[in-house]
């Protein structure tokens, strides 16, 4: 009901009525509908990714913040390659299983940061990361809620920066053409 108020002010701004016999302002009022249907819902969707991406940054931050710094041994690792190899390189997974103690009781995670996802385009620079990671033998946990553990909280890749700033732009730009 709102989106059709919407479109009906829109076209009358243009001074398109619904009554005229010629088809061509038809056409027009329907490109036009078309045109603020896919607005709205470029916004709604970005907004949406914009959402998601902004919660995992606070949950890095939360576990950041609140959480304490805790010795943790590690059971397993590995370099595992995603995907397929393109122009840049290949993306390459690190993947940790790692122990850790609260309160006398022993939990098992292999969470990393909140999108649990650490990855760099080539094998070395994974690697490095992995050392640094093995050398560091601290995890944060949340003592509250001590199923949650992160060793690398804030270490997103570049997909997740630039997923934040094209669903920000996408949504800037589809809130402003709608305005």
Known sequence: MLFTKIVLNYLYSYNISFSCKNDYK????????????????????????????V?????????????????????????????????????????????????????????????????KLSYESANARLLKCLNESKVYVVKSFPKISMIMPFNQDLRYYLGLIFSVSCMLFSGLKIL
Not at 36 to 46: A, E, N, P, Q
């Open 26 to 53: 038809k056409i027009i009022a329907i490109q036009l509908m078309y045109e603020i249907f896919l607005l709205y819902t470029m916004f709604l969707f970005s907004s949406l990714i914009t959402i998601i991406i």
């Open 55 to 119: 919660g995992t940054f606070l949950v890095d931050a939360f576990v950041y913040l609140f959480g304490e710094k805790i010795n943790f041994k590690i059971v397993s690792y590995n370099i595992s390659p995603v995907g397929r190899e393109f122009c840049l390189g290949h993306w390459h997974s690190i993947n940790i299983v790692y122990e850790y103690e609260v309160s006398e009781e022993n939990y098992s995670s292999n969470l990393l940061n909140s999108t649990n996802s650490v990855m």
